[in-house]
């Protein structure tokens, strides 16, 4: 069983939907990741977090310890949201564990 | 800043050739890791640096060598090229190894045949 999974794998919606995406994790970590990649390939950092939630834009990462459990959410979803979302724990060495990543595609 | 550079973006190799991926960053980061990306996978790390002259061994590190002279560069050479090796290459860099954010270059896309 892999130590960080993310569900669903793959996620297609219309323009304007809300989007949630889940990472489930059993290990102890030091803080929780969220990035985005982007069909072009580049990885970026959207969040790191280790308690509660933070919210950028219309982009929201929560984050329940005693479960386990993070999510991301996309309000307003938008085309150009269409990226490949990966979720990242960092152990209490301070590795990095990653999820497989779920692919969002955005409809028009 | 340039952030975290990787060359070359594309190579295709045949089994046996050794190269080098260069990775440099100029954020003055101690810590610096190179991952592979394979298709349904997560990022395996293959090795890392916690600062200039130390590195060590990730999950993936066989028919990898990586050193570490100076902060800003972190090189990844692969010995005899296998096909196993085709994989799309990340270098990253952080702070150092504690709890920061991650910064990654742009991938290097390599084919072994």
């Known amino acids: 069983k892999n130590e960080v999974e993310q569900s669903p794998q793959n996620l297609t919606a219309q323009e304007g939907e809300f989007i949630t995406i889940n990472c489930s994790y059993s290990?102890?970590?030091?803080?929780l990741h969220w990035l985005q990649q982007h069909p072009g390939g580049g990885i970026v950092s959207l969040f790191m977090?280790?308690?509660?939630?933070k919210k950028h834009g219309r982009l929201i990462a929560t984050i329940n310890i005693q479960e386990k459990h993070s999510s991301l959410h996309i309000t307003a979803s938008h085309p150009r949201d269409s990226a490949v979302y990966i979720c990242a724990v960092m152990d209490s060495n301070y590795q990095l564990i990653w999820g497989a990543g779920t692919k969002l595609i955005i409809k028009p | 800043n340039a952030g975290v550079t990787q060359t070359p973006k594309f190579q295709v190799l045949k089994t046996g050739q050794s190269m080098t991926l260069q990775c440099a960053q100029d954020m003055n980061h101690e810590y610096m890791s190179w991952y592979r990306q394979d298709p349904g996978m997560g990022l395996r790390l293959i090795h890392y640096s916690v600062g200039a002259g130390i590195t060590d061994q990730g999950e993936v590190p066989n028919g990898y060598n990586v050193s570490r002279s100076t902060t800003e560069d972190f090189p990844l050479r692969l010995l005899s090229a296998a096909p196993s090796q085709t994989s799309v290459y990340f270098c990253a860099s952080r702070r150092d190894l504690g709890v920061y954010e991650q910064y990654f270059g742009p991938g290097t896309r390599l084919t072994v045949t």
């Open positions: 290990v102890g970590i030091s803080a």
């Open positions: 977090l280790s308690s509660g939630k």
